[in-house]
């Protein structure tokens, strides 16, 4: 039985939509402060399927992503206590805050680089920046080298793999997805831990 060969079909089918970059737009805003789906399920099929717009895809992405990280900042500076705590710790993502917390005391702004790369969701970074009064400048510079090195990297990937990366994605789609879930969960039992 396959699971995720019929979901890249659909991504793909949706990143051929007119209004595809709206969405992956407001993706990559919403997933920076709340929103669990990452943009790269867009990104990457959109990138795919019109190499030629794979960097501007890649802009948008990481412009949407910035911006929805400043307002997940400004959340967590001005309504953490009263709002966003309860909502975390509803969501199970309590002990991923403290983490991030822990991150940001002893590494500062270089844990907002490496938020981009990490299996912690980077809406707890944003959200824990507000928190802590991380001084605004270098956390949105930090925002845009980290997260755009991602989905430059995605767009990039895509973009020269061409048909040839499609096929391959295509062919190894269930051994990804299956690989992917059993990473997350691996990542979970670790920061955990």
Known sequence: M???????????????????????GGLSFAESMFFPIPPDVMLAPMSLSQPARAWYFALLTTLA??????????????????????????????????????????YGVWVVFLAGFSPIPYKVFTISAGVLQMAFVPFVIASAVGRGARFFL?????????????????????????????????AYFIIKG
Not at 154 to 176: H, N, T
Request: contains cysteine; glycine residues 10%.
């Open 2 to 24: 396959k699971i995720f060969q019929p979901c890249y079909d659909m991504a793909l089918r949706w990143s051929r939509h007119r209004h595809a970059s709206r969405y992956l």
């Open 154 to 186: 995605v767009a990039g990937l895509m973009k020269w793999g061409g048909s040839a990366m499609e096929d391959k994605l295509r062919q190894y789609i269930e051994v990804l997805g299956w690989l992917t879930i059993g990473l997350a969960v691996l």
């Open 65 to 106: 992503s910035v911006l929805g990280g400043i307002a997940g900042y400004l959340l967590g500076y001005f309504a953490f206590d009263a709002w966003i705590l309860p909502m975390i710790e509803s969501a199970g993502y309590a002990h991923k805050l403290d983490t991030a917390m822990a991150w940001f005391k002893e």
